[in-house]
């Protein structure tokens, strides 16, 4: 990762911001600063021309955190019905999809970091919320 390109010299008040080849990092501290890419020098889109000092894991790691109230919930409320796989498939999708609403507005990275590390820790939640539903006894074996 590079420095930041700044056009001024400490990069205060508005500012154009160039990059060059490869991936760039802004300093942009004014929502009036211009970030700009020459042709076949990288690309503004999302994930690309973004560049983030924390690992990929890091992703997985909040998005499990953030599952964890969601997941004790719909675990408590399971065990008031008879347990199938369908209905706590169900809630385990439910759960995880809070931790993908807030990773996905929080991180700018590309559709491959999502695929891995957003929707493959929503996945380990589903099956995580079957295989304790399965685990635990309810308390009514109504349907």
């Given at each position: 990762?590079?420095?930041?390109?700044?056009?001024?010299?400490h990069?205060?008040?508005?500012d154009?911001?160039?990059?060059g080849?490869?991936?760039?990092?802004y300093l942009?501290?004014?929502s009036?600063d211009?970030?700009?890419?020459r042709?076949?020098?990288?690309?503004l889109?999302r994930?690309?021309g973004?560049?983030?000092?924390?690992?990929?894991?890091a992703?997985?790691?909040?998005?499990l955190?953030?599952?964890l109230?969601?997941?004790?919930l719909v675990l408590?409320?399971?065990?008031?019905?008879s347990?199938?796989?369908?209905?706590?498939?169900?809630?385990?999708?439910?759960?995880?999809?809070t931790?993908?609403m807030?990773?996905?507005?929080s991180?700018?990275?590309?559709?491959?970091?999502?695929l891995?590390h957003?929707?493959?820790?929503?996945?380990a939640v589903?099956i995580?919320?079957v295989?304790?539903a399965?685990?635990?006894?309810?308390?009514?074996?109504?349907?």
């Amino acid at each position: 990762m590079r420095a930041p390109r700044c056009a001024g010299r400490h990069c205060g008040g508005v500012d154009q911001l160039a990059g060059g080849a490869g991936y760039d990092f802004y300093l942009v501290d004014n929502s009036q600063d211009q970030v700009s890419e020459r042709a076949g020098e990288g690309s503004l889109g999302r994930g690309e021309g973004v560049s983030s000092a924390m690992p990929g894991f890091a992703c997985s790691t909040s998005h499990l955190a953030v599952d964890l109230v969601p997941l004790a919930l719909v675990l408590y409320f399971l065990r008031k019905f008879s347990v199938t796989t369908g209905r706590a498939l169900l809630a385990g999708v439910a759960a995880a999809a809070t931790g993908a609403m807030a990773g996905e507005l929080s991180c700018g990275r590309g559709w491959s970091h999502v695929l891995i590390h957003h929707i493959g820790a929503a996945v380990a939640v589903a099956i995580a919320c079957v295989l304790l539903a399965r685990v635990r006894a309810p308390r009514s074996y109504a349907p």
